[in-house]
């Protein structure tokens, strides 16, 4: 009888289920694809529904349930952190101790009662993890490596930053640690609010905006925030950050040391940003960097697997990835929090089977793509057009492909619905809004009439792996998007400058892909792992020549990325997209009538 | 309530201790853990 094991990820932020059982991964999703709201750290009822739903189980029929973290450890590093703090503590502390009296300090009885509560069976009880040790496991035991170091850095789990870890087959040991508060996760974020943009979801932002700027601030940084050591540990100057207090980032000996106030939020722009982003983006890099030589040296191993939060800063991958230390690096698509409930979840199903994950035939690792969320059929698409009296025509599989890179050829913007949904962050083929990579006002056109979000933000490109040589420095493969490579030089055209007044400039042969700093977030895409979306791309470079095309999230600024195939085409008639695609059928703008009863959306989605 | 225990909590308690700290160094929160040489949890002894 098949073991199940469900993982939880919850109340802070990016709740999540997976499920995991006989040696595969069965499902995962993010509570925020179900509820709307982007980040939800609610506790993921719909998600861990939808988990149940794919194994065709109960609750009754888990043998384990697994919370991400252990919520006492994680309450004694918040009362030390507040007994590091003073009197400018007082004020976050009366709200936070009677929250963690109420319920925080016994999460796992709170996942308790709400399982009982969701009324599917009588449930196991809930084992607490570790929060690191659950990123550990989500980039190790995925990985196609037997034996490799693994290095997770994020903002704080219960006191660990940053750990490194020993994986040989089943075993995941803990070689290392640094500690709260020192935390690179949380420099970044500090950098991040004081930018103007939002904790924990502005850091891609912030990353984006570097490649604008100069890293003239960099040695300030060093000098005065954070201590890089040579044995690659560090630490930070806490008299320079606020979050000991719990209520801001960072304080105004931070703001006099940079000679500048906060940037207000959604506020304009300034090369002085810019300049910001760039330095910690480079004392960054070079953080993680000393931190995976000090892995190396940790564990003498020549493979790497990455995770935690600052594993998504896909501009220090890659770097990383140049610098030569290790032979291959693997990283988890879900590196923040969301990877945690597939971690935990996995690093029961290893232990108690005493086996590692199945890799299917022709896959690289045991991720299946990242593919784990739900999916709908023809039919059920077609149902829900017909519901809606929504124009479409439902075509064979080699007709829609055909009439999809036809339209991307002659420069539309197409939101592509297929198959099963993402899990982590970003959009890998199955909910993407996809287009032309060679038309020059192609990412002004997607970042102010389609996502409405900031202009200067790049977009990422898909290609053909077998083709990703032809146009991008690649060191390693790049699956999961999680990898910045140069574009070749021979496609880059000369500019005159990087800053925030060369948006607009047209910088190579594939433009809207290209970053300021001719660099690209690359996606590699496999005949193995996303064949569909394989074939499209080959179909596209049919007709143009390029198996590149712009590979952006399904969603508008401040939303989750879409589920169903209502949100697609919702998403679709409130944007300026061209033609959608659900599945096989195929829906083009110019037929459809206005969306009726609509929302002010725009006023009722947060901006993120 | 909570609220009021909790403020009274941090006067008799949570601000001694950060006296204490602020006054001997003696915590990871204060400058004297960031002048360590290495702030590995576990001692570490490799050239890197």
Known sequence: MTQYHLGISAFYHDSAAALVGDGRIVAAAQQERFSRIRHDSGFPEDAIRYCLATAGIRLGDLSTINYYEDPKLKLGRTLSSFASAGPAGLPAFRHILPEWIRWKGRATDVVAQRLKAMNDGVAVKVLKGAHHRSHAASAFYPSPFERAAVLCVDGVGEWHTTTIWHGKGRDLTLANAISYPHSLGLLYSAFTYFCGFKVDSGEYKLMGLAPYGRPIHADKIRDNLIELRDDGSFSLNMAYFGFLQGQRMVGERFARLFGRPRREPESELTQGECDLAASVQKVTTEAVIGLARAAKAMTGENRLCLAGGVALNCVANGELSRAGLFDEIWIQPAAGDAGCALGVALDQDVQRSGRRLQIVPGQHDAMRGALLGPSYDDDDIASFLEGRGAPYRRFGEDRMLETTAEHLAKGGVVGWFQGRMEFGPRSLGARSIIGDPRNVEMQKTMNLKIKFRESFRPFAPAVLAEKADDYFDMRQDSPYMLVVSPVLEKWCRETSERGLGSINEVRSQLPAITHVDNSARVQTVHEETNPQFHRLLRRFEDKTGCPVLVNTSFNVRGEPIVCTPEEAYTCFMRTNMDVLVLGNCVLVKNDQPPLENDVDWRNEIALD | ?48
């Open chain 2, 1 to 48: 309530m909570l609220s009021l225990v909790s403020s009274i909590f941090y006067i008799l308690l949570f601000l001694p201790v950060w006296a204490f700290r602020r006054v001997f160094g003696v915590s990871r929160f204060e400058r004297r853990f960031h002048a360590r040489k290495s702030t590995w949890d576990s001692p570490v002894r490799f050239d890197t």
